[in-house]
């Protein structure tokens, strides 16, 4: 049982860490809110689709929808417009140049952002299925349980942690200058993402 926490634990921190889209929106949101309470739709969005990916990849059903092929490439061609568009939204964002009530996101596009990046990005999920999914089929019962729930945990955690470090740093950012720096930043992975996303499609055909 304390093999199957500390394993879930260790896997989840392994596939949250690395800075990609997911992260650097949430954070990105954290230090562009005014109040803290702001960020909360973020902040249960990410968590939710996560969460959502890990119980589709240890039931399996995630696997289900990428033995279809045309559902795979549907997925991968709406994930590449989707981020596309989200990169170009958060480059021309300019938060130097307005209050940081006007730069922050309103909740609907925080959600509609926080879903795509978390659902629409086919590597993220492929990345759940192949450690997570791969990983919880060494378990049964009661320690499968165990082992889904620490990744659950870790994921609610950690976003959470992120937004709040977003909102340290921005409260130390009085001039928009690091928040200006942060959204070039997330545009140009979240580019990036579409950019290898893209090519993974074309390696398909």
Known sequence: MLAALLHGIVLAFGLILPLGAQNVFVFNQGASQPKFKGAIPVILTASL????????????????????????????TVGILFLLYMGSSIWKSDPANLSQQEAAMPMKKQIMFAMSVSLLNPHAILDTIGVIGTSSLGYT?????????????VSWLWFLGLAIAGKIVGNFD?????LRMLNKVSAIIIWSVA???????????
Not at 51 to 70: H, K, N, Y
Not at 141 to 153: M, R
């Open 174 to 178: 009085s001039e928009g200058k690091f």
């Open 195 to 205: 950019v290898y996303i893209a090519i993974q499609l074309f390696n398909t055909f």
């Open 49 to 76: 689709c996560d969460t959502l990916l890990i119980l589709s990849a240890v039931l399996g059903v995630s696997v289900i929808v990428f033995t279809i092929p045309v559902l795979q490439t549907i997925l991968f």
């Open 141 to 153: 019962g009661s320690e499968k349980v165990v082992f889904t729930i620490a990744c659950i945990v």
